[in-house]
């Protein structure tokens, strides 16, 4: 258990729906990642935030945003969802949000858009 | 355009084999890290390497960063079936007030007894 957790586990909505992914930092650790994992892609970042604020920004679609909020959790809004945009969401927290700081890494949320 | 090219994308061997797992890059990165998922869970981070040249050793594992610090490679001795898994190497692009981890698209590996 990385102390990461991410809510929903799976997550199951039609083309055109918005949805809400959540995670919870472990305890302690300022920084919050998002990262979105395909069978093509792979395991690609989105978008990085330190104590509330953006720090980073990968391959994000406009149609996604994120925020961090004052108590360090975190939630990723995916949008106009397409078929495409199945995959697996990682969230993943360290301490301070330096480049060689171990990132630990939630279980993930399954979507699935059908 | 992906970053970091793992090599190989599957392999399967027999309990008690050597392998090697390659990641190769064009660019040049500070450090290089590698992880292993497990189906259902997320990366968990085995070791990071550093230097250009550096050699550490997990147990049965050994990672080697290249001297340009452009790739890496993942030394398993004698495999056990709880080795199988994916394994991603990932490379930190950035600036200390926001860095990316670039992912390779992963070796899944099957030890098989």
């Known amino acids: 258990d990385s102390g990461v957790t991410q809510t929903p586990k799976h997550l199951i909505t039609a083309t055109g729906q918005r949805v809400t992914l959540r995670c919870s930092p472990r305890?302690?650790?300022?920084?919050v990642y998002w990262y979105q994992q395909s069978l093509d892609q792979g395991l690609q970042f989105l978008i990085h935030?330190?104590?509330?604020?953006?720090?980073a920004k990968g391959n994000i679609l406009e149609r996604f945003s994120a925020q961090q909020f004052p108590d360090l959790h975190s939630e990723l809004n995916l949008s106009s969802l397409e078929l495409g945009d199945s995959a697996l969401y990682f969230c993943?927290?360290?301490?301070?949000?330096?480049?060689?700081?171990?990132?630990?890494f939630g279980p993930g949320t399954r979507l699935l858009v059908l | 355009t992906q970053l970091l090219e793992q090599s190989p994308q599957f392999l399967s061997i027999q309990e008690g084999e050597n392998l090697t797992v390659y990641c190769n890059s064009s660019?040049?990165?500070?450090?290089l890290q590698w992880y292993r998922q497990e189906p259902g869970e997320g990366p968990v981070l085995l070791v990071t390497?550093?230097?250009?040249?550096e050699v550490k050793k997990l147990k049965r594992l050994t990672f080697q960063f290249g001297d340009a610090r452009k790739d890496s490679s993942l030394h398993i001795t004698a495999a056990q079936p709880g080795d199988t898994g994916l394994y991603l190497c990932?490379?930190?692009?950035?600036?200390?007030?926001?860095?990316?981890?670039?992912f390779g698209k992963g070796t899944s590996l099957l030890v098989t007894p």
């Open positions: 993943a927290s360290s301490e301070g949000g330096a480049r060689r700081e171990t990132q630990y």
């Open positions: 305890s302690g650790d300022l920084s």
């Open positions: 935030y330190y104590n509330g604020e953006e720090r």
């Open positions: 660019s040049v990165f500070s450090s």
């Open positions: 390497v550093v230097t250009g040249g």
């Open positions: 990932a490379g930190a692009r950035g600036s200390n007030s926001g860095y990316a981890l670039n």
